[in-house]
């Protein structure tokens, strides 16, 4: 007797909907918020999709979809055009180069992947602000952001579980 | 429709090199846009409307998502003025006893200023008009530092207006929209502001690097500043007036000289921003640059006709063939007839009414 493969999950819009969830978050986080000196965290909502589209599927339309969530970005954050999409797809393209030594593993390898890939990020977003500017930035600063874009891992992994074993050929 | 559904359908390619080539094409087309950018050149920005129109579309969401933030700090004040009146009416008296002395002190010394004004036709600011806004929408990370206020363009907002909360200088205006703008900080990267020293008159150029205390560089003269100076705009360059309050100097670890902003004291909600007119946007720089001959005074043009008629007069030497060319130091003394760069120059140098 032959075993029926199971039929995949339907899952709308894997690259779509969780482009615009982390523009949206990036937005509502810019609220002006400060209570005892403390602000809101900034965290790089959009690292989730580099690292996610990567290990769920490569694909063809994720790096310019990357590009554009980039873009959006630097409008937003008032940062010279291009910086955020440069550093996020320099995490992608690291992604998809290393895909086949790390998918599968289990939750410790892919933080530790994750926070290699954020590290990526971070170092070309530094570096290009420095060659710009003239500037190191306030390192502090950037550990911070690191920091916060790092405590984002739970929803990258969430985002892998929901759609790893879906059927994703729509965007 | 899905992507292999569609023309593409029957073209195989191995997935990991086709993505890895779109993730190059990608970051090609990101590195060209970074090139291309100049943000740093403000309204000649080629991409300043795209960021224009982004400050448009977020100025009412950043209003709506701030809205309930100020109210719930507006009933959190209500609330703590209604318990602690008492104490906080207590604090303003002797407030207002601290400051009455500095007031008195304050018209004396502004008497005195008027006077040594007058006396030396000092051309001093007038004083810039202000428009109210409101901060809606905040970036605070390492790499840009900005914010959307609710007033732009119709409200005579321009680029290069300088921003102040209560307590000093917040930053710049570098875009702006009819009804909203965007704010450039003092902490941000790209931000450069000349300051002076109060203390002892020094210059140097405050400089965003993303921290919340931008560097103090370019300090000139010996041992121009000490912990706790505090630091002004030096209205250097134009781009902002004379005197309006930055922070206070202060060391880091590393022993690099950095500003506490006054601006950072509280939150940034309310700002003005002062309609300044930038002076380098009032001023011709060709007719700056262009170099008239002054005009002579009586006695040089006696003294240059004389020589003139004593040139004519003197008998002509038919043997030497240098008495045949006309004298060449007439036409150098001539002064040259440009009316306009001279009245520019001397319109600078006159006092203001």
Known sequence: MIRKRPKPVQRPGWILWPMLASLAATVVLMTPVRVEGLRLPEPVFPMVLAFAWAVIRPSVVGPFALLATGLFLDLVWGAPLGLWGLALLLAYGGAVVSRGLVTGRGTLMLSIWYLVLTLIAFTGAYITTMLRAHVAPYLPSVLWQLLATLALFPLAQRMIAFFEDAEIRSW | MAFRDGPFQDLKLPLTLAVVAATVVAILAALVLLVADRRAALAVSGFSSARNAVARGLAPAGEVLEAPVRWAGDGIEAIGGYFFAVSEN????????????????????????????????????????????????????????????????????????????????????????????????????????????????????????????????????????????????????????????????????????????????????????LLFQDFAASVDPAALSATAVPPLTAAEEADRALALAKATARPPKPSSPAAQTPPKAAPQSTPAPTPAPSAAVNSLAAPTP
């Open chain 2, 90 to 273: 207590r604090r303003l008296k002797a407030r207002i006893r601290d400051l009455e002395t500095w007031r008195d002190e304050a018209v004396a010394l502004r008497n005195v200023n008027e006077r040594y004004e007058a006396l030396l036709k000092l051309k001093t600011d007038p004083p810039a008009p202000f428009v109210a806004a409101r901060s809606v929408l905040d970036v605070r990370g390492p790499f840009a530092n900005a914010r959307v206020l609710d007033a732009g363009a119709a409200a005579g907002v321009q680029v290069g207006d300088p921003v102040m909360s209560e307590n000093g200088l917040v930053g710049r205006i570098v875009g702006v929209v009819p009804h909203a703008s965007r704010v450039l900080m003092l902490t941000d990267v790209e931000s450069r502001t000349p300051v002076l020293v109060d203390r002892t008159n020094a210059r140097a150029l405050l400089t965003g690097d993303g921290g919340p205390n931008p560097r103090l560089e370019y300090i000139r003269g010996q041992d121009p500043v000490k912990e706790g100076d505090v630091l002004l705009t030096s209205g250097d360059g134009g781009v902002f007036p004379r005197g309006l309050p930055v922070g206070v100097v202060a060391k880091d670890l590393r022993g690099a000289w950095r500003a506490r902003l006054y601006s950072d004291l509280t939150p940034i909600d309310y700002v003005r921003i």
